[in-house]
């Protein structure tokens, strides 16, 4: 009889507790504040925005989301260290920013490794399990996967050759010694600064030329301080929105599959029109002034072998060596499969 009530007891005790600790997160739901240095009328912005409104109506209004765009809290390496410190939940970020917590991301910005979307398409989807689980194990959930645009390089002056850029002062991302080391050793002679400081950098002279979209130098003008555009698709820049794993296991497990489904699905909802935005882009530029340095076959085979020459320097050093070997075979096997645009550059 008495192990009948002390079971009685302990099964009461247990349905209060659970009572109790709903009514809790009901009183006081977790405040979500993500960061990014998309500009507010961005659409990379407006993804989170889509992130937010269905977070706040699966959790029935129990989220207390915020999202603090257009770089107020700082550049991508200054928002990993927040994220780091909890004073931040969450931030929306490129490679740049990934590639801090975990340079493994950076497998997929090998220069001149992939040639389209297509490629990037087919190998990031079977590749980001992998990432996934890496940052996972550095404390970080990825919520979804995004793309900023095909990566080149604006110069305060025509250049056609890699010879002609490594005469200039090239901006690159600061807090990163290995690139920067990588980058000198390329023959680039690079500044490092905060990304806020481009363009009174350009302005000053501290720098002639920057490697960004041009969906993303067309928002911030920076293309007006350097107008010419070398016509080389670099890399596609890739992005994704990142939680600290502590705060997204404190979410209640019910709501959790949703969340995540929903953060996919804002993730890929405007990838097609960013895409098509960042080609326009170019063209709206032109309008304004951009000079666009078109290369015959010939240059660009030049700029695809400078590329490749770099490529035993980049595999371990910037990515790990088995994710370096996995994209190249994966991309390898597109081509082969004559996946659409192979041929692109």
């Keep these: 009889m008495r192990t009948i009530r002390k079971l009685y007891w302990l099964f009461v005790c247990i349905l209060l507790f659970s009572i109790v600790q709903d009514s809790v997160w009901a009183k006081d739901p977790i405040r979500i504040r993500i960061g990014t240095s998309a500009p507010k009328n961005s659409l990379w912005n407006e993804t989170l925005m889509y992130l937010k409104q269905d977070w706040i109506k699966i959790s029935n209004s129990e989220l207390e989301i915020s999202i603090l765009a257009g770089g107020v809290l700082g550049d991508e390496p200054e928002m990993v260290k927040m994220l780091r410190a ?153 992005a994704g929105t990142v939680i600290s794993l502590k705060v997204w296991q404190k979410m209640p497990e019910k709501y959790r599959p949703q969340m995540l489904e929903a953060a996919r699905k804002a993730g890929n909802r405007l990838r097609s029109e960013i895409r098509k935005m960042g080609e326009d882009s170019i063209g709206e530029m032109q309008k304004r002034g951009l000079k666009v340095v078109e290369l015959d076959a010939a240059t660009l085979a030049a700029w695809q072998l400078e590329a490749e020459k770099a490529y035993p320097k980049l595999r371990d050093r910037y990515t790990p060596a088995d994710l370096f070997d996995e994209v190249q075979r994966l991309r390898d096997e597109f081509r082969k499969s004559g996946g659409p645009s192979t041929a692109k550059r």
Aim: with cysteine; charged share 25%.
């Design 86 to 238: 909890g004073r931040i939940e969450a931030v929306g970020l490129s490679s740049v920013g990934l590639s801090r917590i975990d340079k493994s991301i950076a497998c997929l910005q090998i220069p001149m490794m992939l040639r389209s979307y297509e490629e990037l398409d087919y190998v990031r989807d079977r590749i980001a399990p992998r990432l996934e689980q890496k940052l996972e194990e550095k404390g970080f959930k990825i919520l979804h996967w995004a793309d900023a645009g095909w990566v080149h390089t604006f110069a305060k002056k025509p250049a056609r050759t890699p010879g002609d850029l490594q005469k200039m002062k090239l901006f690159t991302a600061a807090g990163d010694p290995e690139t920067e080391k990588l980058y000198k050793e390329f023959g680039y002679h690079v500044v490092p600064l905060s990304q806020m400081d481009v363009i009174p950098s350009l302005q000053n002279g501290m720098i002639d030329a920057f490697n960004l979209p041009p969906l993303y130098t067309l928002i911030n003008e920076s293309y007006r301080q350097a107008p010419h555009m070398i016509g080389v698709k670099w890399t596609p820049l890739v």
